[in-house]
């Protein structure tokens, strides 16, 4: 890859949602210790929290990354949350369909998939 495609895609990434990340107070941690810890809270408490984390997302998060909230953002939004993983985005009709490969285990799949 060329020295100026990976300036690119760094910069990119920067204004599309690293900045915003750190002012939303996000951290950086490693995929073991997430794995570890998320791996001892009982699945049923991760569906949970999913759920109610999903739904300040739009309310919360959004606005940082878009002035108007809407069906459209919503999906950039995602796109841009999943960047962090290797993820593929369908459309089967006008259904939206994210496969995410995490690496995190079962128990950080209940959890996202319940948001």
Same mark, same amino acid.
């Given at each position: 890859?060329?020295?100026?495609?990976?300036?690119?895609?760094?910069?990119?990434? &920067?204004?599309?949602?690293?900045?915003?990340?750190?002012?939303?107070?996000?951290?950086?941690?490693s995929?073991?210790?997430?794995?570890?810890?998320?791996?001892k809270?009982?699945?049923?408490?991760?569906?949970?929290?999913?759920?109610?984390?999903?739904?300040?997302?739009?309310?919360e998060?959004?606005? &940082?990354f !878009?002035?108007?909230?809407?069906?459209?953002?919503?999906?950039?939004?995602?796109?841009?949350?999943?960047?962090?993983?290797? &993820?593929?985005?369908?459309?089967?009709?006008?259904?939206?369909? &994210?496969?995410?490969?995490?690496?995190?285990g079962?128990?950080?799949?209940? !959890?996202?998939?319940?948001?």
């Amino acid at each position: 890859m060329p020295v100026s495609h990976l300036i690119n895609k760094i910069l990119k990434n &920067y204004i599309a949602g690293d900045r915003y990340f750190q002012e939303l107070g996000f951290l950086v941690v490693s995929k073991n210790l997430i794995r570890n810890v998320l791996g001892k809270v009982e699945e049923r408490y991760l569906m949970e929290e999913g759920k109610q984390f999903g739904a300040v997302i739009a309310k919360e998060y959004m606005p &940082y990354f !878009f002035t108007d909230v809407s069906s459209y953002t919503l999906l950039e939004f995602i796109d841009i949350w999943l960047s962090r993983f290797a &993820y593929q985005h369908r459309i089967d009709c006008k259904r939206h369909i &994210y496969s995410v490969n995490h690496d995190l285990g079962l128990t950080t799949q209940s !959890f996202l998939e319940s948001i």
